[in-house]
């Protein structure tokens, strides 16, 4: 298939490995931040095959992974409410709230349906006037132009029960406080070709500038990854960072203007909570003050409140690249699919359940090697 069988040839994956492992005369750490990258690079053995010398990190690109407990319970709290419908992404519903999750209150009796889309939800809203239709909105700059949208087109018909729950994020600032930490070991990024493909990279251009360090736009199929692993080790080498497009086939320096106007149009920068990141100035989307009656929480009048995270689970950690989820002591023991602590192993896209699907393996060797 053109444009996928090409980026998963092994002849040009290893060919891209040798040219890593020549052009790296030292040791660097390289973060991804994208969840979907993240399964990649274990799926295909990525991290295993690499250098040792090339160190990669998980960052917080995961959209479910990291919003914070209190919207949880706030979305726990909607559903709850009589009348009431939440609709959600699959994943939300089994990541824990301070007491219970969603999945829970659905078992309960709760009105809480999964939905692919916001417009899913907003036909919901067209054939049940009688009820309040709300959408859980989670993810990043990839999902809020069709959010935007959802708001948009239910103002156009006055769909006055429909509302969302919006716990957006946008990526740049959630990087830019990677970069500020003390702790940060960070050399290098490899940025979300999706997020990229909406908002194009200028942001990345001004945080090289800022801080020095150098970014590669990359796709999702393995030789995507190898390749932006090299363009940031080529920077790193040469001392001269910049923001490289190795996804050019999809992004542009512009992005998507369509997309950016209608998210503009709906929704402003707002601060907002990241799991594991704590607040983040301008880092969220709420809605502008014209589709206020489109914002679920004014609709119900949700009380502002912030939840410590609590508990054994790490992933706060694991977000900002401190730790890895070999270093969870509660890893694939009391901390599984099944049974998950947090939202990093419910999550399709979260770091601890890509190493559990596929480096289980490799984890038991390794903790066998260190009982012996």
């Known amino acids: ?213 150098p970014f590669v736009i990359t796709g999702f199929e393995p030789l995507d990854i190898l390749q932006g692993i090299y363009m940031t080790v080529v920077m790193l080498e040469e001392g001269r960072p910049a923001v490289n497009n190795q996804y050019r086939r999809v992004v542009r320096r512009d992005g998507n203007p369509e997309a950016k106007r209608l998210m503009g149009k709906v929704f402003e920068r707002v601060d907002r909570k990241w799991r594991g990141l704590g607040n983040i100035p301008g880092s969220g989307l709420g809605l502008r003050a014209e589709y206020a009656a489109f914002d679920a929480a004014r609709k119900f009048g949700l009380e502002q409140y912030e939840k410590e995270e609590a508990g054994e689970c790490i992933s706060g950690l694991i977000l900002q690249g401190l730790k890895k989820p070999f270093d969870c002591p509660a890893f694939s023991e009391r901390c599984t699919p099944e049974h998950p602590l947090g939202a990093t192993m419910v999550s399709s896209e979260g770091a601890c359940a890509a190493y559990y699907h596929y480096s289980l393996t490799e984890f038991q060797r390794i903790k066998k090697n260190r009982n012996e």
């Open 1 to 213: 298939m053109k444009y996928l069988d090409e980026f998963r040839d092994p002849i040009a994956a290893r060919a891209m490995l040798e040219k890593i492992s020549v052009a790296a005369s030292r040791e660097w750490t390289i973060m991804e931040v994208c969840g979907g990258q993240t399964h990649s690079i274990l799926k295909n053995g990525l991290d295993r095959l690499l250098p040792r010398r090339i160190n990669i990190l998980h960052g917080p690109g995961c959209p479910v992974c990291v919003t914070p407990i209190e919207m949880i319970d706030r979305a726990i709290e909607i559903a709850q409410r009589p009348g009431v419908i939440l609709c959600s992404f699959g994943d939300m519903l089994r990541v824990p709230g301070s007491r219970r999750d969603l999945l829970s209150v659905k078992a309960e009796g709760g009105q809480v349906r999964t939905v692919y889309s916001p417009l899913d939800a907003l036909e919901m809203a067209r054939k049940n006037r009688d009820l309040e239709i709300v959408f859980f909105a989670i993810g990043f700059e990839t999902t809020a132009p069709v959010n935007a949208a959802a708001v948009y087109q239910a103002a156009t018909e006055h769909l006055d029960n429909f509302s969302i729950l919006s716990a957006q994020v946008l990526v740049p600032p959630a990087i830019e406080v990677i970069l500020n930490s003390e702790d940060c070991r960070v050399n290098g990024f490899l940025a979300a070709g999706h997020v990229c493909a909406i908002t194009g990279y200028s942001d990345y251009e001004e945080l090289v500038e800022n801080y020095h360090t």
